[in-house]
């Protein structure tokens, strides 16, 4: 028999508590643990790299260690199937986390060990091994979020995780720059192992989230059920045109900012900022922007549902790439700087917590980490890879005109919005 009782997350006070759950402050320091080695293996790497006297090619070359976030739905099934032998008493979730943990720990202190200009080539496979550790992290606490609350309080943990991952961005970022002007960069990537201590001791301290343990079975049930089972499932739950139409939604929502995200650091040097300037308007302030965003977004999932603020969000995230515009017309006014960054991160801030809810619900339990990596990359992928010529763009017809078609990519994915529009509310049931 169906219970008819209201959902105690409905409503302003249930939006409240769903923010007083417990795993609310569980994920801002999962969030801490995902967001720490994104810019480790990203753009600070590559300061690290130019400093160290490596050639651009080889700089770009590197960059491609970030694609185990692209590409980590096909481990996933993995994480998802398999209990690690010596972490399985801590569980399924527990036990693979501490072991992403350890496993980026070494590759953090494999980097410092084995610096660039000593040894480009370990260095880089020590990158990659860190770069894979977060992406082994995100797919177990994407898992683990999912889980441990129902589809109607999982706005309140994505933008409690989006402040922590915020969090972390800000210490690889802002804080990892600073350590390396006085301490190197080699103490600097050793020194920021010591914030995944706080990530490491609440893997012992909360619960294990219920999660379907199978018994041992053949290899070839094991690639059917772990490899197959996810997609097919989809697929079949949500029928093919429909899990399409999900699928491309999801893949074109960031398109705007990811379009935009690939030359933001160059405009900003071309508009006459500093260094200096940069990282205080853009890893910190910009930051903390970001996180005061995804804390409204986690809010209003919470507060109105999913349908309106994904119309809302996509359309922010779109429309404050025009900001720029403004930035460009005033280069090298701080004022300018900040109202644009305001606006940006305010808005992807916001949209955040709204796709992570939004595609929480879409989610079989069954196959949490599988489902959720594939359309975590998918929500990535298109993005990096169109972004990839958002260089050309500039050189041919200047910044302004990237603004506006960045602005403009957005009109695909309001169509696929409009085409979902009435089959949304029901996807937001538990699977």
């Not at 441990?148 to 989006?162: D, F, M, N, R």
Request: hydrophobic letters at 55%; glycine letters at 10%.
């Amino acid at each position: 028999m169906t219970s008819t009782s209201p959902s105690p997350y409905k409503g302003a006070r249930g939006a409240l508590r769903a923010f007083a759950q417990p795993g609310a402050i569980t994920m801002l320091f999962f969030g801490l643990a995902s967001g720490l080695p994104f810019l480790l293996v990203g753009n600070t790497l590559s300061a690290w790299l130019k400093e160290a006297g490596i050639n651009y090619g080889a700089i770009g070359l590197a960059s491609y260690v970030t694609f185990s976030y692209n590409f980590k739905f096909v481990w996933a099934p993995l994480v998802d199937r398999f209990r690690l032998p010596l972490f399985c008493r801590l569980g399924q979730r527990r036990g693979w986390l501490l072991f992403a943990l350890m496993l980026l720990a070494a590759g953090l202190a494999g980097m410092a060990a084995m610096p660039p200009d000593a040894s480009l080539t370990r260095f880089v496979c020590m990158t990659l091994l860190a770069a894979f550790a977060g992406a082994t992290i995100d797919i177990v606490v994407d898992a683990y979020r999912v889980e441990i609350a129902p589809p109607e309080a999982q706005g309140a943990l994505a933008a409690t995780y989006t402040l922590g991952y915020r969090l972390g961005l800000i210490a690889s970022g802002a804080g990892v720059l600073i350590m390396a002007d006085s301490l190197g960069w080699q103490r600097a990537y050793i020194g920021i192992c010591a914030l995944l201590l706080v990530p490491l001791v609440t893997v012992f301290l909360v619960r294990e989230p219920e999660h379907r343990v199978r018994e041992r079975v053949s290899m070839r049930v094991a690639v059917e059920e772990g490899f197959i089972g996810p997609f097919r499932e989809f697929f079949s739950r949500y029928g093919f045109p429909l899990a399409l139409g999900l699928i491309a939604f999801v893949g074109l929502f960031r398109l705007p900012d990811q379009m935009l995200g690939v030359m933001a650091y160059p405009f900003y040097l071309d508009s006459g900022f500093s260094k200096t300037q940069v990282a205080e308007v853009s890893k910190v302030y910009g930051v903390i922007v970001g996180i005061v965003g995804a804390l409204l977004g986690g809010y209003a999932v919470a507060r109105f549902g999913i349908r309106r603020l994904l119309a809302v969000s996509a359309l922010g995230v779109a429309l404050s790439n025009l900001l720029y515009i403004v930035m460009a017309s005033h280069p090298g006014q701080t004022w300018s700087f900040v109202l644009t960054l305001s606006g940006d991160n305010l808005a992807q801030g916001f949209a955040g917590p709204v796709l992570v809810a939004f595609m929480s619900s879409l989610v079989n339990r069954s196959f949490t980490a599988t489902q959720y990596a594939l359309l975590s990359s998918l929500a990535n992928l298109p993005g990096k890879l169109i972004g990839g010529m958002s260089g050309f763009i500039v050189a041919g017809l200047g910044y302004p005109a990237l603004f506006i078609i960045s602005t403009v990519s957005i009109v695909p994915t309001l169509l696929a919005l409009a085409w979902l529009w009435r089959r949304i509310p029901d996807l937001r049931a538990p699977a």
